[in-house]
């Protein structure tokens, strides 16, 4: 019978250790040291014998919080913080391990509250600032977010990819200055960061500023010479900007590198157009046209080059395809009126302006077409109307006013 005592008392030594007192506080201290020699199994069985005998045993909670946070336990992690905060509602450690379980789960105005009870404690502590940030820019507080960032430290590259998102936030929602100085925030961390340079130009574009944005574009390009996103922005600078063959340029080395992209197509056409060189304009309108078959203004652009080339059915055509897609768009109208008018079918001609004024009364254009239209079929009267409305629009406007002088003769 002694054997048998001794043998039992030996196993379950084995299993725990016994402290000489038994309390929480030593269950408590032989679990802190067993953690420190990373024998985790034993300090996590020592801690549960300390909250068993006391479930107010702080030491153990934030330990065994700590356990849980490390083995991606964060749900038990959760619950032994939120009663060690019900505890010590100042408990740094607390506060901390909660604001990040939140922030790993996306949970952002719960880890915000968090990280703001810890700068109520101290505010001194760049890291909170930093996470406090995030939550921010998750959240939309851009604002908020940057007055975080400025008081921030944290991990370097994501900082500057911080401030880099900021500037692209700020970007999206119009605010260019602002994502301009996100930019250049992120630029003084790191000068070379490409996707900031392209950002600062996507700023100085917006606000037609198109030397600044495509000097930042080349630097851009100067560190990855691939970079398919600035290469195209400044292909749309050069081309806002009339520098149609350095647009080109950019365009042709832009599809290159992705040709599935309508839009470089697009502009490319759009260039050549403006440099007279309508077929190959063509060519490119119907590139655009094969990857979006639906976007009106790309088939109003192949019309026009038609309309360039003499090649009036085809124009027609392919401005009765943008009018299809787009039944509101004045200009096309009228571009159509005056393509039936080259073709001598005024009553076409009569109706496509019509259409045009009904969406645009304003439409100096469509007032002269409409009246060269009833000039043709020798209805003065309604011809000088519209030369009249044409010229009260644009006192300017020289052709209604040779048109009209020519009925008064």
Known sequence: MIKLVVVTIFIFSMLLPLPITESSSTYAEMGEQCYLEKDYETSVKCFDKAIELDPENTC??????????????????????????????????ALKSLGKIHLSQEEYDKALYYYNKLLEIDNSVGKTW??????????????????????????????????????????????????????????????????????????????????????????????????????????????????????????EKALDLNNSNPYGYFYKADSLKSLGEYEKAVLNYKKAIELDSKNPVFWSGLGLSYNYLNEYNSSIQSYEKAVELNPKDDISWSNLGYLHYKT??????????????????NNKYAWNGLGNSYLLLKNYEKALMCYEKAIEIDPLYNEPKISKSSISK
Request: some cysteine; glycine content about 6%.
């Open 130 to 251: 930093f996470y406090k940030g995030i939550c921010l820019k998750m959240l939309g507080n851009y604002d908020e977010s940057v007055e975080a960032f400025d008081k921030s430290t944290g991990d370097y590259e994501t900082l500057v990819l911080t401030w880099n998102d900021l500037g692209y936030c700020y970007y999206q929602n119009g605010e260019y200055n602002k994502a301009t100085e996100c930019f250049d925030k992120a630029l003084t961390l790191d000068g070379n960061l490409k996707y900031s340079l392209n950002g600062k130009g996507l700023c100085y574009e917006k606000k037609e500023q198109y030397t600044m944005a495509i000097e930042c574009f080349d630097k851009a390009v100067c560190q990855d010479e691939c970079y398919y996103d600035a290469i195209y922005n400044k292909g749309i600078s050069c081309y806002k900007s009339k520098k149609y063959s350095c647009a080109i340029s950019c365009f």
């Open 60 to 93: 153990s909670l934030e330990y065994l919080g700590k356990y849980s946070m490390e083995n991606r336990n964060l749900d038990m992690a959760e619950i032994y913080f939120g009663r060690l905060i019900e505890l010590e509602p100042e408990n740094k450690c």
């Open 344 to 361: 001598k079918k005024y009553n076409e001609s009569i109706f496509c302006f019509e259409k045009a004024l009904d969406l645009n009364s």
